[in-house]
């Protein structure tokens, strides 16, 4: 059986169950890289160049770790994945930058995502995908259907509140869905906006959603908020934002602002993220307009220390705890 790997980084936390089930459809087994850890991303920062931002630059460790253990690379070139928008320029040139990189790398399949004009792009680009490991255009056809109907049903359990590693989970059966979950309506609610790669991340992100839940905290992120409420809200803006990713963040902050139930909100970027350092001053600023909602701004990259992540969040917690129990 042909191996096919699937770094897990980048836009593996938006679109993995797409990917997974349409190269499974066609026959092939899909390898995930491990999950991040200090060696991998050590790695990734050695391989790449310095003015990467940190997913990008833990990327290539991913690439590293899968390199040698399957038949084809699957290396996507994302320019957009919705009429008018795009991505982070980096995305569209990670195929080149990792192909100059000092990688042994296998066969790669490569194909341009590029949906900005119509979105019968997506067909084409499955065809493309197909055609590396058969020759029927029926069974790309109908194993990109099938892929489809799996990204919604990924999507729906983000909208009902799971995260996307416990959707994954969920998705492949390795848990089943407990409602006792979604009850804990007593706790404290906090937003927590930035990319997937970044807050889902265990390692970079530092665990910083399961540090919050010990806190006491339930956690929302843009992911469980339908997109028609976040389009909704972008469309408040008084210019199109362009970037997809960028818009998920304010389009869920204003949503999120206005919630009587969110107590704070923490926004968490990559040092060095262009649109990020757009989109954090923007969020910031209709937050801060809003009234006197918490909010906190937190910087990651390759060095940030673990100590410094706590005691903020810490803080930020004792300061919400200390200010809902003065207005009861």
Known sequence: MVKVGIPRGLFYYYFFPLWCDFFHNLGAEVVLSQPTNKKILNRGVSLAVDEACL?????????????????????????????????????????????????????????????????????????TMGSYLTNSRIKIRKAWHLARFSQQQYELLLEKGQSPMQALELWTGERDYCHEEQQETER???????????????????????????????????????????????????????????????????????????????????????PDSLVGELVERYIRRAGTMPFLFLTIDEHTGEAGLVTRLEAFWDMIVRRDTLCQ
């Open 55 to 127: 997913p990008v630059k833990l990327f290539y460790g991913h690439v590293v770790d899968l390199a040698d253990k399957v038949d084809y690379l699957f290396l996507p070139r994302l320019v957009s994945t919705a009429q008018k928008e795009y991505i982070c320029p980096k995305f569209m040139g990670l195929p080149d930058m990792i192909k100059a990189a000092d990688i042994k790398l296998p066969h790669l399949i490569e194909v341009d995502f590029d949906l900005s004009k119509t979105e019968k792009a997506a067909q084409k680009a499955a065809v």
């Open 188 to 274: 404290p609610v906090l937003g927590l906006l930035g990319h997937g790669y970044n807050i889902y991340d265990r390692h970079i992100s530092m665990d910083i959603i399961q540090r919050l839940h010990k806190q006491g905290a339930r956690v929302v992120t843009a992911e469980n908020i339908p997109d028609a409420i976040i389009e909704n809200e972008a469309a408040k803006l008084p210019k199109r934002m362009f970037w997809t990713l960028g818009k998920r963040q304010i389009g869920a902050a204003l949503h999120l602002m206005k919630r009587p139930d969110i107590k704070g909100i923490i926004h968490v970027a990559s040092f060095g993220c262009g």
